[in-house]
Structures are given as structure tokens and as C-alpha cells.
């Protein structure tokens, strides 16, 4: 009892304490009305001793709570503006709101000052942890998928997979809400540049949709601050070949934001592929040896365009348009030699494929904001209806090599997809009182997406259906949703507390009536995070959350291309989601040229997605995900950034982890437990005349399954960029998997085969990136719009 009543009296004693003290907020504009960010803002006593420090938010507000009862001078500073200095009386229990503070330009300071590069830093919020983007050379050359590969506790496989913490269980967010930015690899068309920082939240707040197990990677862009024209012109080229054309511009006033922008983009890839496979059919070793080698094209189209209209100082809405287009053409040629006991050639047989498709998502938005008198009050509604369509076709031709010479019938497959998605929410802030907030909304999410698959063969006469493959898959999803939480801070300790349900029918429905399936998962998820903050340096937070990982598309079709004649991936319509508990504690402290940021965590996963390979009646080897019993992940990870020089930056990411999976299917135990370990160095130097260099190094540790075991993969990026023309011009030259080390070798065993495989989907990539600013500073872009409560 008394290991209870210790604590409890300290957090009485603290509370009170805390409680004779006033709070300050204000807004900070230029003249013109437009918001001003990053302004530092300090309160000091009469003997000058800081007393509060604050910086204003990308709206240009801040907060400074903890002020005791006293007179003061509070000052606002910020490189490029005028400095002001005004006294302050501050009364016990005082909240003192200034209203709109007006900083005017210092012309003189403006024509004198350089503008130095940023570097990236990490801080821990109450809910998730910020990585704010500098001018690190990744940000100015490549993609969003290169700026996430050095986000603490992020990886991006070289096929676009997005993992946190070695999960690719998580949830892609691009200011607060899925868009077709995430579909499709359509992060590889935006500039990294266009990024103002990226939110890691392993313990997503219940505002957030409960969906992705390992957490959520939200992505904010950054907004237009620059009045009247401002814009950017981006030009790549690489090998093997990388054309990027990505022009945007954009105008602003005090009450309307217009932004467009346009990316076109021309890739080539290729890929090595080979696999040695020994099986038992009959009771008789066959051996193969199969390589796979792959050109494949793609040429993009990214058109993004809308307005924000400020229609008074409380009522702003916005709408946007989005088109990103595709059209690929790849190309692949297939070998097989078969082998007996003694490896002598049984047969081979060559396979060549190529294939056309063309997609395009679109996707509107709209988005109403009110602000009210009350500080921090606010209503945001969200509409936004997206709309795709994908069309993919497959001629394949086969012949035997050995012992005879044979051609077969020709192979085609025709796939069509469309899909249509309504999404309408709506979320309340207020403001109880100086310390506490109430947050509470709905959202409904209607999507239908249809698919039709069909695989034929050339015979004498015509093109006949093989293995009665001439199918159409409709899939419906319909989530209802709505949350409340409550948020606030006792003296040093801060804490919110949520509840989110969520209502989720799903039909899938087929022509067949092979598919017919009609599953409700209702479920609450709860949130609680606590944070305790010893000093401006130094922070502590516990939280905890329950998540849903919901089967993607791609895991849920069971239509297959046949390219491979040995191998094929079906999906699975009968899966079912799993669900997630997740504690973690986390630390992180802050000195002058020195962060450390430690945490452990611990998650729970039942009814966990795992792929079961095996082999069906005809031979070939099958790969369809499948729900097993549980999963357990316990792990450490620790972030450093170190400091020492202006001119030297230097990154340390570790994460260990250990993970043990149960459960069975069929005739498949899937017992096993394991280690397994990622790492990330990355350095920056920075040399005169604004020069910069950048390696990183990113490794991830083996890991296995009860099937698969996945050998270490390593990679090593580097990048040399350099300013020029006053700051408009920034020319980059960087590559990416120097020495082609991403290499991903897998091994799979069961009761009558094995398979032994390497796989590289990209070759080294070498870039030259010019990017050309005009009436912009050097850490602005043209984007976007109003992001509402989504951020």
C-alpha cells in the first residue's frame, strides 16, 4: 500500500504546485495576415533569467504554460523580422491570450543574411514522434521512399514495401488521410523535398483509424507560406534510366491559396531473379534450376491542383484534385533446366512474357475548417471520393529446349479493376479549460471495388479458357467509426485517453459463386498515452493502444497470373483481420550537440497473417496468406544523433526484437520463435561554399518463419549535393544500392520440397537532380492544401 500512497502524494504535490501558475497564448502574422512559424518566444524576469521558451506552430500559434504569478517581458525573435519586446504581468491561476502579434521584415537583416542548411532532428510528442526533415542531401534529390529509408524505425524494401520496426503491418497516411499518393508506388513520383516532416506513431491517438497493426507513418507536406507567385522546377536523369519532369507553382493572398502541381516520370528497372528448387514427386528427386530476368518500363503522369479560400478569419475551405496515371510495359524471359539424382539434364524449357497495363487513380477533396473565438477551438469536415481503374494484359510463349524441340500454345491473361471509395468524417476540438481538450468525431468509408480476370490458350482455331479461369470478384467494404478522447496536463505530467469503434461489413461476391462471403468485424479500440516531462531537454512516455491489420486487396484475390511455370501467389478471399495490443515506454533526452531516444516495446497479435507455401496436385508450388493463432514481438530500439561540428551530422538506429508466432493450418505447424536485429548509420558533412555530402548504410537482420528463413540484407546510398545561384538552385548527384548488396535471399522448406532463392528487383541507380526555386526561400515548396484537423 504504501509503494501506492508514495507516488500518489508526490502527484498531489506536484499538481499543486503547478497550480498557482498562469498560461500565455498567442498568434503571430506578418502585416499581410499570413502566418508566421518557428518564431522563437520568451518570457523572462526582471533579472533577464528565461522563465518560459516556446516556438510558434506552422499556424503561428503558441502556447507557454507554467508561468508563475510575477511581471515580466516576453519577446518574440525570429532571423528576418523585426524583434519586439513587451512587458507581461502574470497573475496565479492567469490565462492571458495576446491575441495577434505583428512581426514586420528587417530589410537590412534580410539583405545580409545566409541562409544555412537544416538538418533533420527528432522530437517525442504526447502521441507519436516527429522526424522534422532538414536540408539532408536524400531530401533534396530522391523520392519520398528515399527520405523514408532514414526515418528512425522506417525501411522501404527495393519492391516498395513500407515496414516499422521490421512490420509491414502499417498504415501510410499523407497529412492525415489515405490517398492515392500511397497506391501503387506513387510515393516514387513525389520529391522528397516537398516533405516537412514525418510523424512516426507506433501508439496511434483513437482520432487515428484503428487499422495497421505496427502503427501509422504519416507524412506531412509542407504549405505555401510565400505571398503572391512561388514555385519550383525539378529535372532528373539517371541510370538505368530515370526521367523526372516536376514543375509546380503556386499564388497567394490573404484569403486564397492557389497550387498546382505536375510530375512526369519515364523508369526503367531491372531485375535478376533465380531459384533452385529440389523436390520429391513420386518418391524420385527432381532438381531445377530457373532464372528469371526482367525489363520493366514505366512511364507516370502526377497532376495535383486545388485552392484554399479563406472566406473570413474562422471559415476556410479547400478543394483539390488528384490524377496519377501510369503505363507500364515489362518484359521477362524465363529458364528452366530440370536435372535427376546425378544432375544430369532431364529437359529445359524457356519462357518469354510480356505485359501492358494501364492505371489511373483520381481522387477528390474537400475540406471545411472553423475556428472559433475560443483558442484552440475547432470543426473540420473531410470529403474526399476516390476513383481508379487498372487494366493488365499478359501474352506468354513457351518452348522446349531439350531433349526435343517443342513450342506450346500461346498463353494470354486479362485482368480489369475498378473501384470507387466515398469517405465523409468530421472531427470537434475544444478546449475545456488551459491544460485539457475534449476531441470527438465520425467517419463512414464506402468502398466497392470490382475485378475480372480471365487466362486463355491458342489452340488451331481459336483462344480456349484454361482450367476454367473466367471469373468476376466484387468486393464491398463499409467502415462506420466515430471516437472520443481527452487530452491534458497536471504541472510536468501530460496524458490522453481515447475510445474508437469501429463497424466493418465486408462481402466478397463472385460471377462463380466460388467466393460467396459476408463477414462484420465490430470491435472498440482503446488508447492511453502518458507522458511526464523533467526538463525543455528530457521526456518520458508510456502508451498503449489496440490496433486491426485488415487483409489488403492483393492478399484477398484469388486470381493469379501464370508467368512463372513453377511457382504462383493466389489469395486468399476467406482471411480474416487480426488485432494487436501494443505497450511501449519510451525516453528521450536532448543536450547541446547530443540526442538519445531509447524504447522497449511489447505487442500482441492474435489471428496473425502469415504465408503457407505448398504444393497442390498438379506440382506446382502455391504461396497464399493464411491466418495462424498469434503472434508475440518484444523489442528494444535506440535512436542518436550526434553533433559534434557545424559541418558533421551523424545517425545510429538499432532495433532488436524477439518474436514468437503459434498456430497451424492444414497439415503446416507454424511454431517458431526467433531474433532478429535492422540498423541504420547514416552521416552528413557539409562543406564551404554549400557542399554537402550524405552516406547511409542500412542493414536488416536475418530472420525466419516455420517455412522461410530470409538471409541479412544489406545496402549502402550516398549523395553529393551543392547550392548555387543565391540559393535558387540546388544540382544533387546521388545512387542508390552502391555495389547492388540488396540482395534477398530466401529459403523454403517442406515436407517434399525445397527452395533456394535470390532475388534482385533494382539494379544501382544513379540520379543528377537540378531543382530550380524562384520567389521562395530555400526550406519552402509549393503544396497544398489545407490540412484541416488531419495533421
Not at 25 to 44: L, M, Y
Not at 129 to 156: C, M, R
Not at 344 to 350: A, E, F, I, R
Request: charged share 20%.
Amino acid at each position: 500500500m504504501k509503494l501506492l500512497a508514495t507516488p500518489f502524494l508526490i502527484f498531489i504535490t506536484v499538481s499543486y504546485c503547478f497550480a498557482q501558475t498562469g498560461q500565455i497564448t498567442g498568434i503571430i502574422h506578418e502585416k499581410q495576415g499570413t502566418s508566421i512559424p518557428h518564431v522563437t518566444v520568451t518570457v523572462r524576469s526582471n533579472t533577464e533569467s528565461p522563465v518560459a521558451a516556446g516556438i510558434s506552430d506552422t499556424k503561428g500559434a503558441f502556447r507557454l504554460e507554467n508561468i508563475p504569478a510575477g511581471n515580466y517581458t516576453i519577446s518574440y525573435n525570429l532571423i528576418g523580422f523585426q524583434a519586439i519586446s513587451k512587458p507581461l504581468q502574470v497573475h496565479p491561476n492567469e490565462v492571458i491570450n495576446l491575441g495577434t502579434i505583428v512581426l514586420e521584415p528587417d530589410t537590412k537583416l534580410l539583405q545580409e543574411v545566409n541562409v544555412t542548411a537544416q538538418r533533420s532532428s527528432v522530437s517525442l510528442k504526447l502521441d507519436k514522434k516527429v522526424f522534422e526533415v532538414g536540408k539532408d542531401v536524400v531530401s533534396q534529390s530522391g523520392a519520398v521512399t528515399d527520405l523514408l529509408n532514414i526515418v528512425p524505425s522506417v525501411s522501404v524494401s527495393p519492391g516498395g514495401t513500407i515496414s516499422l520496426r521490421g512490420n509491414s503491418s502499417v498504415l501510410v497516411l499523407v497529412d492525415g488521410r489515405r490517398t492515392g499518393l500511397t497506391q501503387n508506388n506513387a510515393l516514387e513520383q513525389l520529391p522528397a523535398d516537398q516533405v516537412e516532416r514525418i510523424e512516426v506513431i507506433t501508439n496511434p491517438s483513437s482520432r487515428f483509424d484503428a487499422a495497421g497493426s505496427a502503427g501509422i507513418i504519416n507524412i506531412i507536406l509542407k504549405k505555401n507560406k510565400k505571398a503572391g507567385f512561388s514555385g519550383q522546377l525539378r529535372l532528373v536523369g539517371g541510370i538505368p534510366n530515370e526521367t523526372r519532369i516536376s514543375p509546380s507553382l503556386s499564388y497567394k493572398s490573404n484569403r486564397i491559396n492557389l497550387f498546382a502541381t505536375y510530375g512526369i516520370r519515364l523508369s526503367d528497372y531491372v531485375g535478376l531473379y533465380t531459384m533452385q528448387q529440389s523436390n520429391r514427386l513420386s518418391g524420385t528427386p527432381v532438381y531445377l534450376n530457373q532464372r528469371q530476368d526482367e525489363d520493366r518500363h514505366d512511364d507516370a503522369r502526377l497532376l495535383y491542383f486545388g485552392a484554399d479560400f479563406q472566406i473570413n478569419d474562422h471559415n476556410t475551405i479547400t478543394a483539390a484534385f488528384m490524377r496519377n496515371s501510369t503505363n507500364d510495359h515489362d518484359k521477362t524471359r524465363l529458364s528452366y533446366l530440370y536435372s535427376g539424382k546425378n544432375s544430369v539434364p532431364d529437359s529445359s524449357l524457356s519462357r518469354s512474357g510480356e505485359s501492358w497495363e494501364k492505371r489511373s487513380y483520381n481522387q477528390l477533396e474537400f475540406n471545411y475548417t472553423k475556428t472559433f473565438e475560443k483558442a484552440g477551438k475547432k470543426l473540420t469536415v473531410d470529403m474526399q471520393y476516390d476513383f481508379w481503374d487498372s487494366d493488365k494484359d499478359w501474352n506468354l510463349s513457351t518452348s522446349k529446349i531439350l531433349p526435343v524441340t517443342t513450342t506450346f500454345p500461346m498463353i494470354r491473361t486479362s485482368s480489369f479493376g475498378k473501384s470507387k471509395d466515398l469517405m465523409i468524417k468530421t472531427d470537434m476540438v475544444q478546449p475545456l479549460d488551459s491544460t485539457s481538450t475534449l476531441e470527438f468525431g465520425l467517419k463512414m468509408e464506402d468502398r466497392r471495388v470490382n475485378s475480372d480476370f480471365i487466362a486463355e490458350q491458342q489452340n488451331t482455331a481459336s483462344w480456349e479458357i484454361i482450367d476454367g479461369i473466367d471469373n468476376h470478384l466484387l468486393y464491398k467494404e463499409l467502415i462506420g467509426s466515430a471516437y472520443i478522447q481527452f487530452s491534458g496536463k497536471t504541472g510536468a505530467f501530460g496524458y490522453q485517453a481515447g475510445l474508437r469503434g469501429e463497424l466493418t461489413h465486408i462481402g466478397i461476391d463472385d460471377r462463380a459463386g466460388n467466393y460467396t462471403n459476408q463477414k462484420n468485424y465490430n470491435r472498440l479500440f482503446p488508447t492511453l498515452n502518458i507522458s511526464y516531462r523533467f526538463n525543455a531537454a528530457a521526456n518520458l512516455q508510456a502508451s498503449y493502444s489496440k490496433r486491426i491489420n485488415r487483409p489488403r486487396l492483393g492478399m484477398l484475390y484469388p486470381f493469379n497470373e501464370l508467368t512463372d511455370l513453377s511457382t504462383r501467389y493466389v489469395g486468399n478471399p476467406d482471411l480474416n483481420p487480426s488485432y494487436a495490443n501494443v505497450f511501449e515506454l519510451a525516453f528521450l533526452k536532448n543536450w547541446k550537440t547530443f540526442t538519445v531516444n531509447p524504447s522497449i516495446y511489447h505487442q500482441r497479435n492474435n489471428g496473425v497473417i502469415e504465408d503457407y507455401t505448398f504444393r497442390d496436385a498438379h506440382g506446382l508450388l502455391i504461396t497464399m496468406p493464411v491466418n495462424i493463432n498469434k503472434e508475440t514481438r518484444t523489442g528494444f530500439e535506440l535512436s542518436l544523433l550526434y553533433t559534434p561540428f557545424k559541418w558533421l551530422q551523424a545517425n545510429a538506429e538499432l532495433n532488436v526484437y524477439h518474436y514468437k508466432e503459434q498456430g497451424s493450418y492444414q497439415n503446416q505447424n507454424f511454431d517458431y520463435s526467433g531474433n532478429t536485429l535492422t540498423a541504420r548509420l547514416s552521416s552528413q558533412l557539409k562543406f564551404k561554399n554549400k557542399l554537402s555530402f550524405q552516406a547511409v548504410y542500412n542493414f536488416r537482420g536475418a530472420n525466419a518463419t516455420a517455412q522461410t528463413r530470409t538471409d541479412a540484407l544489406h545496402s549502402i546510398d550516398l549523395g553529393l549535393s551543392k547550392t548555387f545561384w543565391k540559393d535558387k538552385a540546388t544540382l544533387t548527384l546521388d545512387v542508390s544500392n552502391l555495389f547492388e548488396l540488396r540482395k534477398f535471399n530466401t529459403r523454403t522448406i517442406g515436407s517434399d520440397y525445397e527452395i533456394n532463392q535470390t532475388s534482385i528487383p533494382n539494379a544501382a541507380r544513379y540520379r543528377l537532380t537540378l531543382v530550380y526555386r524562384f520567389n521562395q526561400k530555400d526550406n519552402q515548396t509549393v503544396r497544398q492544401a489545407k490540412s484541416g484537423n488531419r495533421d
